[in-house]
């Protein structure tokens, strides 16, 4: 890919502004992606933290959720955190039938695994392929992995504490998740990574 590329922020709810903000600091032309036209215009998507079966039926109403879907199936790359990772797996456990994930990466999800907003927390994870420190990881009723399928790559997992060994980060292919929200710790090492990811696409 020549130049900067350009990477939408599916724009419906969440944390929308961190990513757009994460994105430009990582030489990325960032936009909101809201309606059809505005995903046609971009080379990748972002996913953001917020509420997975509300993401889900606001990409419905405004005409987004096959769009996505099929630019997914067809190699954009994608990354989603948070909420965004429980939209990327192809099963939602404690997920809405009425509001499917977009699917992409073979990974079983439980939503709020972590438990509610208020037993939100900080955690280190050492992430394959990002160099330097663990990463200072913020998880707000975040998800985990239960299990993930061959086509699936295990990234990175909680190192310490009651949550030692869950799955919270992952990727396959063109898409990436993670269980917690990097746009918030100002650490831009998983966003360079999905910029280094789109560039080599």
Same mark, same amino acid.
């Given at each position: 890919?020549?130049?900067?590329?350009?990477?939408?922020?599916?724009?419906?709810?969440?944390?929308?502004?961190?990513?757009?903000?994460?994105?430009?600091?990582?030489?990325?032309?960032?936009?909101?992606?809201?309606?059809?036209?505005? =995903?046609?215009?971009?080379?990748?998507?972002?996913?953001?933290? /917020?509420?997975?079966?509300?993401?889900?039926? =606001?990409?419905?109403?405004? /005409?987004?959720?096959?769009?996505?879907?099929?630019?997914? !199936?067809?190699?954009?790359?994608?990354? /989603?955190?948070?909420?965004?990772?429980?939209?990327?797996? %192809?099963?939602? =456990?404690?997920?809405?039938?009425?509001?499917?994930?977009?699917?992409?990466?073979?990974?079983?999800?439980?939503? !709020?695994?972590?438990?509610?907003?208020?037993?939100?927390?900080?955690?280190?994870?050492?992430?394959?392929?990002?160099?330097?420190?663990?990463?200072?990881?913020?998880?707000?009723?975040?998800?985990?992995?239960?299990?993930?399928?061959?086509?699936?790559?295990?990234? %990175?997992?909680?190192?310490?504490?009651?949550?030692?060994?869950?799955?919270?980060?992952?990727?396959?292919?063109?898409?990436?998740?993670?269980?917690?929200?990097?746009?918030?710790? /100002?650490?831009?090492?998983?966003?360079?990574?999905?910029?280094?990811?789109?560039?080599?696409?």
């Amino acid at each position: 890919m020549n130049g900067d590329p350009t990477i939408g922020v599916l724009a419906l709810q969440g944390d929308v502004r961190e990513h757009l903000a994460a994105l430009a600091e990582c030489d990325a032309l960032a936009r909101p992606v809201r309606r059809p036209a505005e =995903l046609d215009s971009v080379d990748a998507l972002v996913i953001p933290g /917020g509420e997975s079966t509300t993401i889900a039926k =606001l990409a419905a109403e405004f /005409g987004l959720f096959e769009p996505v879907q099929k630019r997914i !199936n067809d190699g954009m790359p994608v990354y /989603g955190s948070c909420a965004g990772m429980i939209m990327l797996a %192809g099963t939602v =456990l404690d997920g809405r039938p009425d509001r499917p994930p977009f699917g992409g990466i073979d990974m079983t999800v439980r939503r !709020n695994a972590f438990g509610r907003q208020v037993d939100s927390f900080e955690a280190a994870v050492e992430i394959a392929g990002i160099d330097g420190d663990p990463f200072h990881a913020v998880f707000i009723r975040a998800p985990w992995v239960e299990e993930v399928g061959p086509a699936a790559q295990v990234l %990175g997992r909680v190192t310490s504490g009651p949550a030692a060994g869950r799955i919270v980060a992952v990727r396959q292919g063109h898409l990436l998740a993670t269980a917690f929200h990097p746009e918030l710790t /100002g650490d831009l090492r998983v966003h360079d990574a999905f910029v280094e990811m789109v560039r080599a696409s």
